[in-house]
């Protein structure tokens, strides 16, 4: 095939095909439209890798911003984006009033980003919004020069200390519930005459005041260490089928394992066992558990809990500053 081209400014452009008669004339009007289209179309391509060329976050530094603000434990930081770690995201939504969904998108990784330069101003540190080694120091020369726990990570009690709000009390529990007015504690009821909830909490406010013999020894486990034995002898008196646990969190584990955990503090009821510390890992990381009596209307609980002083007792808590890393529901 022959095709040859005129000037631009010509009227038309001839084509040759072999065996053809006599080339046929291309009005210039059809030629411009042809031109356009061509234009257009390379202007799309060349635009095209433009649009996604936003790097989004690793799945090793979504985690880290998860291990380093309490919602994961730092042993999850892996590099693989599991259960724990779908989990760990669904809860850092649920704080910050965004759609719960467990995937760390271009959204959910813009407000940790936001979270983390907070927390980098606060402990004097390079602001690039990611969460990792060098600020785990600064947040550990921030936590021992405050008298805080020295553990590098940014939990209820250091956020509170920055002056970091750490959740936004939405209390929607769904994207349809964030158009309606928030069911606050206030609007809580207490549990049901003769629930499960009832009883743990009625069980539990009978024992207040029970001491340890001596070394530890109780009357509701081994003579070891018992806030978990007295909660989990409370549960299973009031017909929950949760196994003795010495550990606290093995008692979250088992809640998650079986869907009756939640990260972080939003949602407590009587009954509901909250944990302190940063996560389940190991003693030093899980370091106690109560047993929730009642949920005020400013947000503060009532608790009640084995081995506080050597024995069961009633307690007030701001769950905000209390270190609060989750809770198991009955």
Request: hydrophobic share 35%; proline share 8%; with cysteine.
């Amino acid at each position: 095939m022959l095709v040859s081209l005129r000037s631009p400014l010509a009227s038309q452009v001839a084509v040759q095909l072999p065996g053809a008669p006599h080339p046929r004339a291309v009005p210039r009007r059809v030629l411009l439209c042809v031109l356009a289209l061509l234009i257009a179309a390379s202007g799309l391509l060349l635009a095209a890798p433009q649009a996604s060329a936003t790097p989004q976050p690793s799945t090793r530094q979504v985690q880290w911003n998860l291990a380093g603000m309490g919602y994961l434990p730092l042993s999850g930081v892996d590099g693989i984006n599991g259960p724990q770690t779908r989990h760990a995201v669904r809860t850092f939504q649920g704080d910050v009033c965004i759609s719960v969904d467990g995937i760390a998108g271009p959204d959910t990784g813009a407000h940790m980003t936001r979270q983390v330069r907070k927390i980098q101003a606060a402990v004097g540190t390079d602001q690039d919004g990611a969460y990792g080694p060098d600020t785990k120091k600064a947040v550990e020369r921030y936590q021992r020069a405050h008298g805080l726990t020295v553990d590098g990570i940014v939990g209820p009690r250091t956020m509170h200390d920055m002056n970091i709000p750490r959740s936004t009390r939405c209390h929607a529990d769904s994207d349809q519930d964030r158009t309606r007015p928030a069911p606050g504690p206030e609007r809580q009821k207490p549990p049901a005459p003769g629930s499960v909830r009832q009883k743990i909490v009625s069980i539990a406010a009978s024992q207040v005041g029970v001491r340890e013999t001596a070394n530890n020894c109780n009357p509701y486990g081994s003579c070891a260490a018992w806030c978990a034995m007295f909660g989990t002898w409370v549960w299973q008196k009031a017909g929950v089928e949760v196994p003795d646990e010495a550990f606290t969190g093995a008692w979250f584990n088992w809640g998650e394992a079986n869907g009756h955990s939640t990260r972080g503090h939003r949602g407590l009821r009587p009954g509901d066992a909250v944990m302190y510390g940063t996560g389940p890992a190991d003693p030093s990381t899980s370091r106690h558990v109560d047993l929730v009596e009642k949920v005020h209307a400013d947000g503060k609980i009532t608790v009640i809990g084995g081995n506080v002083q050597d024995k069961v007792t009633r307690r007030v808590k701001d769950p905000a500053v209390a270190d609060i890393y989750g809770y198991v529901r009955p």
